[in-house]
């Protein structure tokens, strides 16, 4: 959790392997501790939450998600650096969500951070003297099990990038950051096939400008695929 900020409570008893109420007698005890934080999102979506009687008033309705997020003592003393303060927010739920999702079905519980480097020890690693990030910022870097020679970057996209030339200046950037740090390649985990041929289409046009037939170190997979293939989604 420190690694990743924080993770849904759905999350929660898939990774430990525990039936849900399990996982939330856990997490009731590690807030009693003050362990974490456990908060509630709210995404303005009804009808799909279950209040809690641990986390919730009693006559609280959800509209929401339920988060679990270390405090910032125990974020720092795991990380080994002052990650700085840090809530969930509607906004970035789902991507940090489905992030956490392929992390857990990719690499499962491993914390070693040259396996599996997070998005939030990346941005530490990446920034200059000023402070100031040196590099487009990918949502992690994956070491290939199948060659530990090879680091993948890897993004994961849920909804179209609109504008003019934003997903081209997105996908660009990311490509930069694989260049200029000697990785294998990018990989982009999309959900939808709209997306998908929206992310083909910006791959092909890039070989196009590079004078090439396809780029070797770009591979799209889908998300949801991935995640039932491993048992996540």
């Known amino acids: 959790m420190s690694q990743q ?9 898939r990774a430990l392997g525990v039936r849900s109420s399990q ?3 856990i997490m009731r005890r590690l ?5 974490v934080h456990v908060t509630r999102i709210d995404v303005g979506s009804p ?3 279950h209040r809690s009687k641990h986390f919730d008033a009693p006559d609280a309705v959800p509209y929401g998600p339920l988060w679990v997020y270390p405090t910032h003592e125990i974020a720092w003393g795991y990380l080994d650096f002052d990650p700085g303060e840090w809530e969930p927010r509607a906004s970035t739920a789902a991507h940090l969500t489905a992030v956490s999702e392929l992390r857990l079905a990719v690499t499962g519980m491993d914390t070693d ?3 599996w480097t997070s998005e939030r020890l990346l941005r530490r690693m990446l920034k200059d003297d000023r402070g100031q990030l040196v590099s487009h910022l990918h949502d992690a870097w994956y070491r290939d099990a ?3 020679d090879k680091v993948w970057a890897v993004e994961v996209e849920l909804t179209r990038k609109f504008g003019a030339g934003r997903l081209l200046r997105s996908v660009s950037a990311a490509l930069a950051a694989v260049d200029r740090h000697d990785l ?3 990989l982009y985990f999309v959900r939808g096939e709209g997306l998908r041929r929206a992310i083909e289409s910006v791959r092909d046009q890039i070989a196009r400008d590079r004078g090439v037939e396809q780029l070797d170190n770009f591979e799209i997979h889908d998300l949801d ?3 039932s293939k491993k048992g996540v989604a």
């Open 5 to 13: 900020y924080g993770i849904p409570f759905s999350l929660v008893s």
């Open 225 to 227: 695929v991935t995640l």
């Open 146 to 148: 199948a060659d530990p």
């Open 47 to 49: 009808g799909v939450w």
């Open 113 to 115: 951070p040259e396996v």
């Open 23 to 25: 996982a939330y007698e």
């Open 31 to 35: 807030k009693l501790a003050n362990r």
């Open 184 to 186: 294998a390649g990018v």
